[in-house]
């Protein structure tokens, strides 16, 4: 099938010179540029007048491309593949191979891409298969690497697109394939979302220049910035004996099938505190998947569980969940083997989701000083709920995916927009003394109440920098602002607010008994998270952000033991980055006679992916169940310890 949109000038304008954009934001710490292949569909119609006339759209398109070459930034790596653009017959096998590299990836290969736009003619069908797996081996199978597809119409050979993307995806956590389909709809929108889904992506749809805009700034900002999981490889073994020694830094292993999997961390000093995060991609509609992350130490009569914390998300059914949780080896005699012991285990269980056997799993690792002070005081109390009045808001920020590529903000209001099934992170720092408020506003529109089912809602929940959640619970009592009710029960459109609070930053947090209090105890950069979960594609939503710190009055940072390699816990650091040096060493055999590895020699920052899946709740009495059992999760987190 022949298919194509003048829009195309739109997305090669802004799939690089998004790249070249100064951003409002301060981006990802060390997010250097991934390596990008844009795949653009030339099928034949493209020789059709453009919609805005003034020739035909090929025509427009390299008017655009010549200006974007001139706008490259010098650093970033960019390939060009186009397929459908030999004029050989639908029957003809050539047509079902017919995609080329016209420019190889590079950075001293803008003469090449000048030259390519002049010799550009699209006149073919449409191999989205092959010209997925030929833009897969243009990227190579190393470091990050992103592919985006530009397509506006069904597929015309076989094997199905979406069966390649998902092979794509299996090669590694460091590759994704983002998508954007260009005015289309029916079976051919169905097939280009799941390509997006099968590896990793982000599916957007653009039916004209202004839409097409937005959703390639962010496409095209997203593919520059770090993917969701990322780290050092390593192999945890089953055998807590045998398993390979690991320090701080951010690591990246998978999740246990049926016997938990350990590492060990060995401690700089005696009396300070190993912090362990860990993050996951949740499985699409799951109504509960979860890990238990506990650290050990070993004690005269054996292993001591100094803490234990659950991995989990929010919300029901989400298409893109992403999972964290985190806990330490912290407990409060300062003589305690947990505080003492030259090691201490770290240990992951599986403990719901059968599905997740196999898939990766990240652990953030930050070795925290002594404190020169045990905590004396209680913790603060929280802070009273506020409204705020949204200021003039910022509009050009794109939110990250996940912690690991979220653009660092300040106070202040953001305008975005949210597709269903998606997570937005922003982060800010936080200071010792400091709590965190983050109020949603949204107008609700007939699109979104259509959307809207058992089990849809829009969350907002507060993340520390290692992966714990700081979000005081108003399971009781909702603010009197907030819009109360389920989403599916509104009956009109009108304003709509929700948000999250954070507890005040003290290390006096750690001696709390509730989860979500000891996710005050340090200062750094914190995460807001936006969630959206309705059914369907169309109901986009725009939305306002509004950020703003208080002070609980003691904002005086604790005095920390000076320790060599060492960093204390500041606004602005980002603690899953604490150590730049991670060496892994490899461990003995485990259980099964499998050796533990280290395959890398230092933690990589953080990286970013936009899995977008469909939702799958299977009847009334299902979300009933599903909803109690992200009860129980949620309440545990906030309310225990």
Same mark, same amino acid.
């Given at each position: 099938?022949? *298919?194509?949109?003048?829009?195309?000038?739109?997305?090669?304008?802004?799939?690089?010179?998004?790249?070249?954009?100064?951003?409002?934001?301060?981006?990802?710490?060390?997010?250097? %540029?991934?390596?990008?292949?844009?795949?653009?569909?030339?099928?034949?119609?493209?020789?059709?007048?453009?919609?805005?006339?003034?020739?035909?759209?090929?025509?427009?398109?390299?008017?655009?491309?010549?200006?974007?070459?001139?706008?490259?930034?010098?650093?970033?790596?960019?390939?060009? *593949?186009?397929?459908?653009?030999?004029?050989?017959?639908?029957?003809?096998?050539?047509?079902?191979?017919?995609?080329?590299?016209?420019?190889?990836?590079?950075?001293?290969?803008?003469?090449?891409?000048?030259? $390519?736009?002049?010799?550009?003619?699209?006149?073919?069908?449409?191999?989205?298969?092959?010209?997925?797996?030929?833009?897969?081996?243009?990227?190579? @199978?190393?470091?990050?690497?992103?592919?985006?597809?530009? /397509?506006?119409?069904? %597929?015309?050979?076989?094997?199905? %697109?979406?069966?390649?993307?998902?092979?794509?995806?299996?090669?590694?956590?460091?590759?994704?394939?983002?998508?954007?389909? &260009?005015?289309?709809?029916?079976?051919?929108?169905?097939?280009?979302?799941?390509?997006?889904?099968?590896?990793?992506?982000?599916?957007? @749809?653009?039916?004209?220049?202004?839409?097409?805009?937005?959703?390639?700034?962010?496409?095209?900002?997203?593919?520059?910035?770090?993917?969701?999981?990322?780290?050092?490889?390593?192999?945890?073994?089953? @055998?807590?004996?045998?398993?390979?020694?690991?320090?701080?830094?951010?690591?990246?292993?998978?999740?246990?099938?049926?016997?938990?999997?350990?590492?060990?961390?060995?401690?700089?000093?005696?009396?300070?505190?190993?912090?362990?995060?860990?993050?996951?991609?949740?499985?699409?509609?799951?109504?509960?998947?979860?890990?238990?992350?506990?650290?050990?130490?070993?004690?005269?009569?054996?292993?001591?569980?100094?803490?234990?914390?659950?991995?989990?998300?929010?919300?029901?059914?989400?298409?893109?969940?992403?999972?964290?949780? $985190?806990?330490?080896?912290?407990?409060?005699?300062?003589?305690?083997?947990?505080?003492?012991?030259?090691?201490?285990?770290?240990?992951?269980?599986?403990?719901?989701?059968?599905?997740? $056997?196999?898939?990766?799993?990240?652990?953030?690792?930050?070795?925290? %000083?002594?404190?020169?002070? $045990?905590?004396?005081?209680?913790?603060?109390?929280?802070?009273?709920?506020?409204?705020?009045?949204?200021?003039?808001?910022?509009?050009?920020?794109?939110?990250?995916?996940?912690?690991?590529? #979220?653009?660092?903000?300040?106070?202040?209001?953001?305008?975005?927009? +949210?597709?269903?099934?998606?997570?937005?992170?922003?982060?800010?720092?936080?200071?010792?003394?400091?709590?965190?408020?983050?109020? &949603?506003?949204?107008?609700?529109?007939?699109?979104?109440?259509?959307?809207?089912?058992?089990? /849809?809602?829009?969350?907002?929940?507060?993340?520390?920098?290692?992966?714990?959640?700081?979000?005081?619970?108003?399971?009781?009592?909702?603010?009197?602002?907030?819009?109360? =009710?389920?989403?599916?029960?509104?009956?009109?459109?009108?304003?709509?607010?929700?948000?999250?609070?954070?507890?005040? +930053?003290?290390?006096?947090?750690?001696? /709390?008994?509730?989860?979500?209090?000891?996710?005050?105890? &340090?200062?750094?950069?914190?995460?807001?998270?936006?969630?959206?979960?309705?059914?369907?594609?169309?109901?986009?939503?725009?939305?306002?952000?509004?950020?703003?710190?208080?002070?609980?009055?003691?904002?005086?940072?604790?005095?920390?033991?000076?320790?060599?390699?060492?960093?204390?816990?500041?606004?602005?650091?980002?603690?899953?980055?604490?150590?730049?040096?991670?060496?892994?060493?490899?461990?003995?055999?485990?259980?099964?006679?499998?050796?533990?590895?280290?395959?890398?020699?230092? #933690?990589?920052?953080?990286?970013?992916?936009?899995?977008?899946?469909?939702?799958?709740?299977? =009847?009334?009495?299902?979300?009933?169940?599903?909803?109690?059992?992200?009860?129980?999760?949620?309440?545990?987190?906030?309310?225990?310890?």
């Amino acid at each position: 099938m022949k *298919r194509s949109s003048y829009v195309v000038v739109g997305v090669l304008l802004l799939a690089w010179s998004a790249l070249a954009a100064p951003a409002v934001a301060e981006e990802p710490e060390d997010a250097s %540029p991934s390596d990008m292949m844009l795949v653009l569909d030339a099928s034949g119609s493209m020789a059709d007048p453009a919609g805005g006339g003034g020739g035909t759209r090929i025509d427009a398109a390299k008017q655009a491309l010549r200006t974007v070459i001139d706008e490259l930034p010098a650093d970033q790596r960019v390939g060009f *593949r186009v397929f459908g653009a030999s004029d050989v017959a639908e029957t003809d096998p050539a047509a079902c191979t017919d995609s080329q590299r016209v420019v190889d990836l590079g950075t001293e290969n803008r003469d090449d891409l000048r030259a $390519a736009v002049d010799e550009y003619a699209p006149v073919g069908w449409t191999p989205t298969s092959h010209a997925l797996r030929e833009a897969a081996a243009d990227l190579g @199978d190393s470091g990050q690497r992103s592919i985006i597809l530009v /397509s506006d119409g069904e %597929p015309t050979c076989d094997p199905d %697109p979406c069966e390649v993307a998902g092979e794509i995806a299996s090669s590694g956590v460091d590759v994704r394939v983002d998508v954007v389909g &260009l005015d289309v709809s029916g079976a051919a929108r169905d097939t280009l979302q799941c390509i997006a889904e099968r590896a990793g992506g982000t599916y957007y @749809d653009a039916n004209d220049a202004e839409s097409l805009t937005r959703s390639l700034t962010v496409t095209s900002t997203r593919a520059s910035r770090p993917f969701d999981l990322g780290g050092t490889p390593v192999e945890g073994t089953t @055998d807590p004996e045998a398993a390979p020694t690991i320090t701080q830094g951010r690591y990246l292993d998978s999740i246990p099938d049926e016997e938990p999997i350990h590492w060990r961390v060995e401690r700089t000093v005696p009396g300070s505190t190993i912090h362990v995060g860990a993050v996951f991609r949740g499985v699409a509609g799951s109504v509960g998947d979860a890990l238990a992350v506990a650290v050990y130490a070993d004690a005269d009569y054996g292993p001591k569980q100094c803490n234990v914390a659950t991995a989990y998300g929010i919300g029901i059914g989400a298409r893109s969940p992403i999972n964290y949780g $985190a806990t330490s080896s912290w407990v409060e005699d300062p003589d305690d083997v947990c505080n003492t012991a030259d090691e201490v285990t770290v240990r992951i269980d599986r403990t719901v989701g059968i599905e997740l $056997a196999g898939a990766p799993v990240e652990l953030a690792v930050y070795e925290e %000083p002594p404190l020169a002070e $045990a905590p004396t005081t209680d913790p603060p109390q929280a802070p009273a709920w506020t409204a705020l009045e949204p200021g003039d808001a910022t509009r050009d920020v794109v939110p990250g995916t996940s912690n690991a590529n #979220a653009p660092i903000v300040d106070e202040g209001t953001y305008a975005l927009d +949210i597709n269903p099934g998606e997570t937005q992170v922003l982060g800010i720092p936080l200071d010792w003394g400091e709590s965190l408020q983050a109020q &949603l506003d949204a107008q609700l529109t007939d699109a979104v109440r259509r959307a809207a089912g058992a089990g /849809s809602g829009i969350e907002v929940s507060i993340v520390n920098p290692l992966r714990a959640e700081n979000s005081i619970s108003f399971w009781t009592k909702e603010p009197e602002d907030w819009s109360t =009710g389920a989403l599916a029960n509104t009956r009109e459109n009108g304003p709509f607010r929700t948000g999250a609070q954070s507890y005040p +930053i003290a290390p006096s947090q750690r001696t /709390s008994t509730s989860a979500a209090e000891q996710g005050a105890q &340090l200062a750094g950069v914190h995460y807001v998270q936006v969630v959206y979960n309705v059914r369907g594609d169309d109901a986009n939503l725009p939305y306002t952000l509004t950020l703003k710190r208080t002070s609980s009055g003691d904002g005086a940072a604790p005095e920390y033991e000076d320790v060599a390699g060492l960093t204390a816990p500041s606004a602005d650091f980002r603690l899953a980055a604490a150590a730049a040096d991670a060496t892994p060493a490899a461990g003995g055999s485990d259980g099964d006679g499998q050796e533990g590895a280290a395959v890398a020699d230092t #933690a990589e920052e953080p990286s970013a992916g936009t899995p977008w899946t469909t939702v799958a709740v299977a =009847g009334v009495l299902l979300v009933a169940v599903a909803g109690a059992v992200v009860t129980i999760l949620v309440r545990r987190r906030q309310d225990a310890g």
